[in-house]
């Protein structure tokens, strides 16, 4: 369906192209630069349509170039997760969601998972949180904190009960996960 809709809309391009070749010839009747300068562009549209209809009705095979012609295979999506051990119970969180936990459930960020398997080259950053006798600290994996360790200036709303979790591989930001806090 998808080369159908490409193959129609070079035909309906070439169409235009072919037009435009038409009314600049009757334009260059009337005023010659006016009517070249169209004729030029014209010819321009009808050579980049002739380039792009190139791909979608050409086809090649080994035996006259060597190479095949494929379709792009659709992008395979990254999906990372964040183990988190909250009170001996493992969770698994995926970027951009959120899980819900207690003022008194002790937390553990255990590590980071790329499509379901680990991913020990990420780290994680818990935001307002600062392991004890680790001020600068820039993994959070492997401590252990509860809701009372983190600083409420770093809360991601306004009742000071949802902080971020980031998930970083060296400088890039892989994600991020929510920790809402209940009353």
């Not at 349509?49 to 095979?61: C, D, I, Q, V």
């Amino acid at each position: 369906m998808e080369i159908l809709a490409d193959r129609l809309s070079i035909l309906i391009g070439a169409g235009i192209a072919i037009l435009c070749l038409l009314v600049s010839t009757v334009l260059f009747r009337i005023n010659k630069r006016k009517g070249s300068v169209a004729f030029f562009l014209s010819f321009l549209l009808a050579l980049l349509l002739g380039y792009y209809a190139f791909l979608p009705f050409m086809k090649s095979s080994s035996s006259e170039c060597g190479m095949y012609l494929h379709p792009v295979p659709p992008s395979v999506s990254t999906i990372y997760s964040v183990a988190v051990d909250v009170d001996g119970e493992l969770l698994l969180v995926e970027a951009d969601d959120f899980i819900e936990v207690g003022r008194t459930n002790q937390i553990t960020v255990l590590g980071v998972k790329k499509n379901g398997k680990d991913f020990p080259e990420a780290r994680v950053n818990v935001i307002g949180f600062t392991p004890q006798g680790k001020p600068n600290a820039i993994n959070d994996i492997g401590a252990p904190f509860v809701w009372k360790d983190m600083q409420q200036r770093f809360a991601d709303d306004v009742d000071k009960r949802v902080f971020r979790a980031e998930m970083w591989e060296e400088d890039s930001l892989l994600g991020e996960i929510y920790l809402k806090f209940s009353h």
